[in-house]
């Protein structure tokens, strides 16, 4: 059984800062792309960043500069460092991997339960 265990979301002030991390845990033979998506109230879910196991990044525009995504291979864990927050950036981050289970190369996706991150003064 895989999971994704996501912590450190909380309720910070503008400006403020939070790290999310999110950590791969089971069976599994290699962990490829990681992503962290945002759900906001009564919105979409998106992305907001993801990882490839390679280390090449990719960022929602709204986040450029400010948030930053990296990852431990062999801790098989993904974070996201987000910086000098916004309201807008309220919303439940949700922990997603794309998991390679055997030497068969077919992928299944993962979600973990979501983490509630809240920029509020």
């Known amino acids: 059984q895989v999971q994704l265990v996501e912590s450190g979301g909380g309720l910070v002030q503008p400006g403020e800062s939070l790290r999310l991390s999110c950590a791969a845990s089971g069976s599994m033979f290699r962990v490829n792309t990681m992503a962290w998506y945002r759900q906001a109230p009564v919105k979409q879910r998106e992305l907001v960043a993801a990882a490839t196991r390679d280390g090449s990044t990719n960022y929602a525009d709204s986040v450029k500069g400010r948030f930053t995504i990296s990852r431990d291979n062999a801790k098989r864990t993904v974070y996201l460092q987000m910086n000098t927050l916004k309201p807008e950036h309220t919303g439940v981050y949700y922990c997603?991997?794309?998991?390679?289970?055997?030497?068969?190369?077919?992928?299944?996706?993962?979600w973990g339960q979501g983490t509630q991150v809240t920029v509020s003064s």
């Open positions: 997603n991997a794309e998991i390679q289970r055997t030497l068969n190369p077919r992928e299944s996706d993962y």
